[in-house]
């Protein structure tokens, strides 16, 4: 009789453990998240090192300021990556970037504001259940439209509220085109958390990582630090 009431009992905690899971509505996980990453800064200032396959090794210096400016800067032996986004106006190296690499930038700019650029989209956030992630933990999958032909797929830990893992998708002629980021190494900083380990992806093949060695979360950086060509040459209401 006591062996019956024990596997009962047991029977019991598993279907409620898993009614509480199943209970926790798309709005929850987000209010986990919110919770766990802190209030959304005004600006963001990173610093790091990054490895590329094709490059090796450089350094890496990313700017952001909510909610549509980007700038990212990757200084290797022998070559150089240059990207900006001020509103809808996207530059490589300087030069107006193709459709391509405009979708390019618009993810980095995302990306390196999550999960905040998540939860200013949370009205458009698509519910896509569950998933396993690499390391065997379950994650909710949380879809959000960046623009008409690109979405970003985010890997949260219901448990921690963390992300885990981003997916960009970039459909052009027919073709989707999917850019992946690992986050890891969570650490606190100021009441707020960052990943301080990346790994990237390009249609599923592993294209190098990157340690983020300072962050500074910041209360605004000014439109001339993102690109000071283009304010001189045409004036700030050239690309306001």
């Given amino acids: 009789m006591k062996t019956t009431r024990i596997l009962l009992l047991c029977m019991l905690s598993l279907v409620l453990s898993g009614h509480a899971l199943a209970a926790d509505s798309l709005a929850q996980v987000l209010d986990k998240v919110a919770t766990a990453y802190g209030p959304a800064p005004g600006a963001i200032r990173e610093t790091g090192t990054t490895f590329s396959v094709l490059e090796g090794e450089g350094s890496l210096l990313r700017l952001y300021k909510f909610p549509d400016r980007f700038h990212i800067e990757i200084a290797y032996a022998i070559a150089s990556e240059d990207r900006t986004m001020i509103g809808a106006k996207s530059w490589n ?33 698509i519910d896509r259940g569950t998933a396993s992630a690499t390391d065997g933990r379950t994650v909710r999958v949380i879809e959000i439209p960046l623009d008409d032909v690109l979405r970003m797929l985010v890997d949260v830990d219901p448990q921690t509220g963390y992300v885990l893992r981003s997916r960009g998708i970039y459909v052009t002629g027919g073709t989707a085109v999917e850019f992946a980021t690992l986050f890891s190494d969570f650490r606190k900083n100021g009441g707020r958390v960052h990943a301080a380990r990346e790994e990237q992806f390009a249609a599923r093949a592993k294209t190098g990582y990157s340690f983020i060695e300072k962050v500074e979360f910041l209360e605004t950086i000014p439109d001339s630090a993102f690109a000071p060509w283009a304010l001189a ?3 700030q209401a050239a690309i306001d």
Avoid: C, E, F, V
Wanted: charged residues 20%.
């Fill in 93 to 125: 190296k300087r030069a107006p970037a193709n459709d391509l690499t405009r979708g390019s930038i618009a993810l980095q700019a995302a990306r390196i504001a999550l999960p905040w650029s998540l939860l200013s989209r949370q009205s458009a956030a």
């Fill in 233 to 235: 040459d045409s004036g």
